[in-house]
T-cell receptor, first 114, second 110 residues
Framework: EAQVTQNPRYLITVTGKKLTVTCSQNMNHEYMSWYRQDPGLGLRQIYYSMNVEVTDKGDVPEGYKVSRKEKRNFPLILESPSPNQTSLYFC?????????????FGEGSWLTVV | SQQGEEDPQALSIQEGENATMNCSYKTSINNLQWYRQNSGRGLVHLILIRSNEREKHSGRLRVTLDTSKKSSSLLITASRAADTASYFCATDEGNYQLIWGAGTKLIIKP
């Protein structure tokens, strides 16, 4: 089954404790991205990757890091989480970059930073 | 930056009625997409409409695009309880990145 899988789905962590949210897709998609969703603000892109070893900042990259060493994986790293990073995070992929491509989303990761 | 803005923010209708939600945007676009999100879940693609298209259908969904008014509408006919969800439009700004609106929350009352 074609899917985007992200883990963990739910996480409560403390300020400053590094964490990684993993993301994997099995559709051989070139383009992957991370979003955060906050009430009333819609989806905001954090980082995106057009292909292996190619990453770029989205609209809200501060406090986050990513890497794309393999085509299928695109982990999101919070080096020193803060309470304002409490949010619902989505990993997504599409065959290529470009607004004419369907985006496939993971089920989301609820992150709480206390 | 927020390109697409949905209207209304929330909509509550009786099961069986039609639901219409709108998306307005500010600049020229190449494509516009609609997605559905069930509560707390991932978004699911519904329809993509290109700038040279005026209307597309998919089952009970009908999407229109009026580039002169910079707006799109999503019509769900004969609504069902399972249609309860948030609906998002996403547009580009003439480039390749999608920008998302804040969504319309649709509630279907039994």
């Amino acid at each position: 089954e074609a899917q985007v899988t992200q883990n963990p789905r739910y996480l409560i962590t403390v300020t400053g404790k590094k964490l990684t949210v993993t993301c994997s897709q099995n559709m051989n998609h070139e383009y992957m991205s991370w979003y955060r969703q906050d009430p009333g603000l819609g989806l905001r892109q954090i980082y995106y990757s057009m292909n292996v070893e190619v990453t770029d900042k989205g609209d809200v990259p501060e406090g986050y890091k990513v890497s794309r060493k393999e085509k299928r994986n695109f982990p999101l790293i919070l080096e020193s989480p803060s309470p304002n990073q409490t949010s619902l995070y989505f990993c997504a992929s599409s065959p290529r970059s470009g607004s004419g491509n369907t985006i496939y989303f993971g089920e989301g990761s609820w992150l709480t930073v206390v | 930056s927020q390109q697409g803005e949905e209207d209304p923010q929330a909509l509550s209708i009786q099961e069986g009625e039609n639901a219409t939600m709108n998306c307005s945007y500010k600049t020229s676009i190449n494509n516009l997409q609609w997605y559905r999100q069930n509560s707390g879940r991932g978004l699911v693609h519904l329809i993509l409409i290109r700038s040279n298209e005026r209307e597309k259908h998919s089952g009970r969904l009908r999407v229109t695009l009026d580039t002169s008014k910079k707006s799109s509408s999503l019509l769900i006919t004969a609504s069902r309880a399972a249609d309860t969800a948030s609906y998002f439009c996403a547009t580009d700004e003439g480039n390749y990145q999608l920008i998302w609106g804040a969504g319309t929350k649709l509630i279907i009352k039994p």
